[in-house]
């Protein structure tokens, strides 16, 4: 009978120290490349924090806003009148008979949408008077102009001109929260402010047709002081394409 001859033993060769350490090099790259990916991941879906966080949620208040208002607009052929008080935030039932009367709180009860900012204030509302009493053809005029700031301090115009019915380049409607300093909570209290120099704040505060959107600063010595307003708009082109586009067909 014939057996099977045993194989001889051959010794396991171990890796050479170069091919070690090759091998160590990779696997603590894949670490850093993978703690790396997982930082970046955590830093995209986690919420800002900080000063950033109130801004970040005003900016949500604000889109949020803006596409209801531009909702309502397709459903009633004009845009909403501004809040009957700080408490109330249904829609003023009386027309606007002046810029002032189109100006003040968005009325959010009307829009289903929640009423603050991300410093738990009431959102601002001014409407042109011609978009919240007539129907959004293309002779209604818009009025509303934002300002912004060079880094010299002098005033440009970001929306609009000085003649809104001549350039056709002005907003319908402005939105924007007071931000930290100045404005009124949810709870109807008017907030007072914790500096003085905010001027361009102020002006804000007591604007109904032309209103400034800086970038924010805590800076007090830069012009127009110390800013956290931040302003939205609805764009009247935006406005007008959408309500053709759902207007009935004749």
Known sequence: MNRERPQPFRRRRRPSLRRRQRGAALLLLLVVLGLGASSLLMSL????????????????????????????????????RPALSATDG??????????????????????????????NKLLRYSVSRDFANGN???????????????????????????NCRVDDRCAPAVIYSSGKHLGVSVDGIPQQSGVLDNLDEQANEVAVRDFMARAATGEPRSIGGSFSNVVSWVQLPTIRNRVRASAPKR
């Open 136 to 162: 959004l053809d293309d002779s209604v005029e818009a009025d509303k102009t934002v300002f912004d700031r060079n880094d010299d301090g002098t005033v440009f115009y970001r929306v609009g001109s000085a």
């Open 90 to 119: 249904r829609e003023n039932p009386r027309p606007c008979a002046s810029d002032a009367d189109c100006t003040g709180f968005l009325p959010w009860i009307t829009l289903g949408v929640v009423p603050g900012d991300g410093w």
């Open 45 to 80: 879906f986690s919420p800002p924090s900080g000063e950033l966080r109130p801004q970040a949620l005003t900016r949500e208040s604000l889109a949020q806003a803006r596409e209801a208002l531009l909702g309502y607009a397709i459903l009633h052929r004009r845009l909403p």
